[in-house]
């Protein structure tokens, strides 16, 4: 069984930046994709961003383009999602999240197979 465990979240000022950190339990963690959702109090959980297995391919809400950044180490099983120019819009709970190598669908909620158990971010203005 896949577990995935978050950290880095935190309370920060608008503009200010934050790293989150996703620790996948298994060596097979290459063979992943991996992705970042959100979801703020009242809403709908949403798509973030992904990175495919191999690091090659990276997605963006349009939200999040130009300010937040995903990549993985491989060799350390991790993935990161560094958020600079933080809004108070940014304000909610991260989940990362797993799918088997597959094509499509990557932003789909639906489309992963394994959740962390989320870490709260928090913008004040």
């Known amino acids: 069984q896949v577990q995935l465990v978050e950290s880095g979240g935190g309370l920060v000022q608008a503009g200010g930046s934050l790293r989150l950190s996703c620790a996948f339990s298994?060596?097979?963690?290459?063979?992943?994709?991996m992705g970042w959702f959100r979801q703020a109090p009242g809403k709908e959980r949403e798509f973030v961003t992904a990175i495919a297995w191999s690091g090659d391919s990276t997605y963006y809400a349009d939200s999040v383009k130009g300010r937040f950044t995903i990549s993985r180490d491989n060799a350390k099983n991790t993935v990161y999602l560094q958020m600079n120019s933080l809004k108070p819009e940014d304000t909610a709970v991260y989940y990362c999240a797993a799918r088997g190598a597959k094509i499509g669908g990557t932003t789909l909620k639906g489309a992963y197979d394994y959740w962390g158990q989320g870490t709260q971010v928090t913008v004040s203005s």
């Open positions: 298994r060596r097979t963690f290459s063979r992943y994709d």
